[in-house]
């Protein structure tokens, strides 16, 4: 059973980059898609984008000038980098796996913990 | 865009009800259409996929159903630990995954 566990820092001040990490463990990075999903305070959620390990990627559209995702397979470790952060950008972050079936359907299990990050000053 | 939306918003019942939330899809998705299950303070668990597949572990009172653009999630004999919030979210289109706002269960 796959296991996630983000990590970084919970305050960024505004205009800088939030970086975070999500480990892996319990299976092999290599097997899924990695998947990073947002919810602001009291809100809904957001997704942010997808890497693989061999370095594809998709992200959200209104967030794909200031993202990007890698996977470091030596760590079992999954990143995510935005920059130019905003108050509209504090949100609590989820890792989770994107779990693809035939090519066709895909699905978000398991999902980390969350992390919480504050942009303020 | 796909742009999904949940109704109601909020809802009120009592354990041993039965209800259903409705999720719409701004256009078809056919069967790519997951519910997640949402606890204060907890991350999201998956409890449907593809429209209408119970995810290992998740009780047989919750279905699902729907394909196009109108699907539902149901939860039979409501318990006490059902009361969250549910989102749907379409998985059609990979490069623009999109979730519905939610519902809100709450005990009567």
């Given at each position: 059973q796959v296991q996630l566990q983000e990590s970084g820092p919970g305050l960024v001040r505004p205009s800088e980059t939030l970086s975070l990490t999500c480990n892996v463990s319990g299976d092999s990075i290599s097997r899924y898609y990695w998947s990073w999903i947002r919810q602001s305070p009291g809100k809904g959620l957001e997704w942010i984008g997808y890497v693989y390990h061999t370095g594809s990627t998709k992200y959200n559209p209104s967030l794909k000038s200031r993202v990007t995702m890698s996977v470091d397979s030596s760590k079992n470790q999954v990143s995510l980098h935005l920059i130019s952060v905003t108050t509209a950008d504090t949100a609590v972050y989820?890792?989770?796996?994107l779990f693809w079936y035939q090519q066709a359907f895909n699905w978000f299990d398991p999902w980390g913990q969350g992390t919480l990050v504050t942009v303020s000053s | 865009d796909f742009e999904m939306t949940q109704s109601p918003s909020s809802l009120s019942a009592s354990v041993g009800d039965r209800v259903t939330i409705n999720c719409r899809a701004s256009q078809s998705i056919s069967r790519h259409l997951n519910w997640y299950q949402?606890?204060?303070?907890?991350?999201?668990?998956l409890l449907i996929y593809a429209?209408?597949?119970?995810?290992s572990g998740v009780p047989s009172r919750f279905s699902g159903g729907g394909s196009g653009?109108?699907?539902?999630?149901?939860?039979?004999n409501l318990q006490r630990e059902d009361f969250a919030t549910y989102y749907c979210q379409q998985s059609y289109s990979a490069s623009?995954?999109?979730?519905?706002?939610?519902?809100?269960?709450?005990?009567k």
């Amino acid at each position: 059973q796959v296991q996630l566990q983000e990590s970084g820092p919970g305050l960024v001040r505004p205009s800088e980059t939030l970086s975070l990490t999500c480990n892996v463990s319990g299976d092999s990075i290599s097997r899924y898609y990695w998947s990073w999903i947002r919810q602001s305070p009291g809100k809904g959620l957001e997704w942010i984008g997808y890497v693989y390990h061999t370095g594809s990627t998709k992200y959200n559209p209104s967030l794909k000038s200031r993202v990007t995702m890698s996977v470091d397979s030596s760590k079992n470790q999954v990143s995510l980098h935005l920059i130019s952060v905003t108050t509209a950008d504090t949100a609590v972050y989820f890792c989770t796996a994107l779990f693809w079936y035939q090519q066709a359907f895909n699905w978000f299990d398991p999902w980390g913990q969350g992390t919480l990050v504050t942009v303020s000053s | 865009d796909f742009e999904m939306t949940q109704s109601p918003s909020s809802l009120s019942a009592s354990v041993g009800d039965r209800v259903t939330i409705n999720c719409r899809a701004s256009q078809s998705i056919s069967r790519h259409l997951n519910w997640y299950q949402q606890k204060p303070g907890r991350a999201p668990k998956l409890l449907i996929y593809a429209a209408s597949n119970l995810q290992s572990g998740v009780p047989s009172r919750f279905s699902g159903g729907g394909s196009g653009t109108d699907f539902t999630l149901t939860i039979s004999n409501l318990q006490r630990e059902d009361f969250a919030t549910y989102y749907c979210q379409q998985s059609y289109s990979a490069s623009e995954i999109t979730f519905g706002q939610g519902t809100r269960l709450e005990i009567k």
